[in-house]
């Protein structure tokens, strides 16, 4: 993902909430601290596909936002 980011391509890690933290630190230590993260509610494992399927929706105005803002 790094590479990518590094190469101009729009790029983000979609990840819950306990792991802000940790996708903070490693988007710093691939050098890309400007790497948005898309957060989601937690967990994501152990759910229904309806639920997934809300963490989808979450997600996805967020990654629309990041593709507009790329296009300016």
């Known amino acids: 993902m790094s590479e990518l980011r590094k190469r ?26 400007d790497l948005p993260l898309v957060m989601i509610p937690h967990p994501l494992g152990g759910l229904s596909l309806e639920q997934v399927e809300g963490r989808a929706h979450v997600a996805i105005p967020q990654v629309v936002e990041l593709i507009k803002e790329h296009a300016k």
């Not at 790029?11 to 601290?33: E, R, W």
């Open 8 to 33: 101009g391509l729009v790029t983000a890690v979609i990840c819950s909430d306990p792991f802000l933290k940790l996708g903070k630190t490693q988007a710093k230590v691939f050098g890309v601290p």
